[in-house]
């Protein structure tokens, strides 16, 4: 039987760590290697980067951290931020990522999706979508729009409708982020995710909103997704992933609890 | 020395980090002659089986995997690598390798999971493998331990072939061929401990080989 899935996500700025991890035992707080490392060694299914560096150079340095990574733990993991072109995907996956995301650069160019798909194949290529409530309108009739820069910039485009349209353009995996409950720990947006995981038959990722086991077992239950992203509920050593996994299991929800 | 095979389908630099993480000697490799020099051969592979296919008979290697497990020589085929080391894939209609009987299949997403929800296609995350004989490469291996998948196609080959199961939608065979002859649907490159552990038990199995020969 498949595991749902258990994902941190580190975000990376300038080469450290934007969040300050506190794992137990004598390891520097900003080393993205290092904190890779961790979540792998506690039973990580996977692990996302998200690079929020601005300059050229960051990105240089971002990219050899990647390598770094590849040659230290030995799960799937992604690259995202700064995704805007077949050449930024190339550059990552040649660093030893297994997949890229794409989100804006694929709001703003949709063909980046197929031409990524036909040449490093589905499964390296996840769609992540900001998506924010609204009321419902005749161009946004799900009443969750897409939005960009960090929920500032409404795109006029429906959640529901890029969802499918991402998995025609070729997408292996859509990440669902909401922005309403990102940061709340008050749990995911279920209604959402159920929504786009009902519409597409691949695999559908929760974001936003973690605070508790019981969302994540919630998000991979009633949400229907196949995976459910963390950062704070494990960065801040509230819990650790066997913690977690333990405890969703318990729920009744398969986890990888072996490795 | 083990050659990981290097033509333009295959995740040879993943299946190459993993190694030199646990200390065994390999090369990424074309070269007829180097491939038949090495103890045992890795046969990655990403992407569609027809692609992987064609670039596979493009750069010559059909021939030289032939002609390597008719000399005995150890092959560990990894996902795409696993399927067109059997006779066909529904995949581009891909007539394959024909190295072990049988074919391979795209999933039906009309199949449920043990929740009764439609499966997804691909099997994308961790899922066991459940020995159906005994096996070199698991040896050391917990039960419990999962692997990392991402297809849409499973192998399907004769019923003698078949090593080890998983279910996903339905059984399908994650493991098979034989002594020394193996393709495995999952990426043990991405499996964590275990994958690794499979990888030096394959390691093992070739010296071994190469040593009694």
Redesign the interface.
């Known amino acids: ?5 258990i994902i941190p996500c580190l975000d990376v700025r300038d080469g450290r760590l934007t969040k300050g991890i506190k794992f137990q035992g004598n390891v520097d707080i900003g080393d993205p290697v290092e904190s890779a490392r961790r979540y ?1 060694e506690q039973g990580a ?1 996977e692990i996302v980067f998200y690079d929020i560096t601005a300059s050229h150079e960051g990105r240089g340095i971002f990219l050899d951290i990647v390598e770094k990574v ?3 733990i ?3 993991f992604s690259v995202g931020g700064g995704i805007n072109t077949v050449d930024d995907m190339r550059d990552a996956l040649n660093a ?1 990522a ?1 997949k890229v995301s794409v989100n804006s650069g694929a709001v703003k160019d949709p063909d980046i999706i197929s031409k990524g798909a036909a040449r490093f ?3 390296a290529i996840v769609l992540g979508m900001d998506v924010k409530r609204v009321a419902p309108t005749e161009a946004i009739p799900s009443g969750y729009e897409i939005v960009i820069h960090g929920g500032r910039k409404h795109m006029g485009m429906d959640a529901l409708d890029w969802a499918k349209t991402a998995e025609v353009l070729g997408a ?2 859509i990440c669902v982020n909401s922005i309403d409950a990102d940061g709340t720990k008050d749990g995911y947006e279920l209604t959402l995710t159920r929504m786009i995981s009902d519409a597409v ?3 559908v990722i929760a974001s936003g909103g973690a605070g508790h086991p019981a969302h994540m077992y919630d998000a991979l ?1 009633k949400g ?1 997704a ?2 459910a992203l963390i950062a704070s509920i494990v960065h801040y050593g509230e819990y650790t992933i066997p913690d977690l996994k333990k405890q969703i299991q318990a729920m009744g929800c ?1 986890m ?4 | 020395m083990l050659a990981i095979l290097k033509y333009k389908a295959g995740n040879q ?2 299946v190459r ?2 190694l ?2 646990i200390g065994i000697p390999n090369v990424i490799t074309a070269d007829p002659a180097e491939i038949a020099a090495s103890e045992g051969i890795i046969f990655p592979g ?3 089986a027809g692609q992987a296919m064609d670039e596979l008979t493009a750069a010559g290697l059909d021939a030289v995997l032939k002609e390597q497990v008719e000399a005995g020589k150890p092959l560990l085929g990894i996902c795409v690598g696993c399927q067109i080391m059997l006779d066909y894939s529904q995949e581009n209609d891909t007539r394959t390798l024909g190295i072990i009987p049988g074919e391979c299949h795209l999933f039906n ?1 009309a199949l449920e ?3 009764g ?1 439609p499966i ?9 493998v459940i020995p159906r004989k005994p096996c070199a490469l698991f040896k050391g291996i ?1 039960d ?3 692997f ?1 998948f ?1 297809h849409s196609y499973f192998p399907n080959p004769q019923p003698d072939y078949v090593i080890a199961t998983t ?2 939608g339905k059984e399908f065979c994650s493991v098979h061929g034989g002594p020394g002859l193996w393709a495995v649907q999952f ?1 043990p ?8 552990k499979l990888l030096s038990n394959f390691h093992a199995y070739c010296k071994e080989a190469a040593n009694a020969q």
């Open positions: 039987m498949l595991s749902k899935r792998y299914d590849a040659s230290s030995f799960i799937p030893g297994e194949g589905s499964q292996g995996e038959q691949i695999p239950t229907g196949s995976a398969k990888r609890l072996t490795w | 630099t993943s980090r993993a030199n993480h990403v992407g569609a997403p999971d043990e929740t929800a997804r296609v691909p099997h994308m995350g961790w899922n066991r917990s419990d331990a999962e990392y991402v279910t996903y990426h490159e991405k499996s964590g401990r275990p994958g690794l």
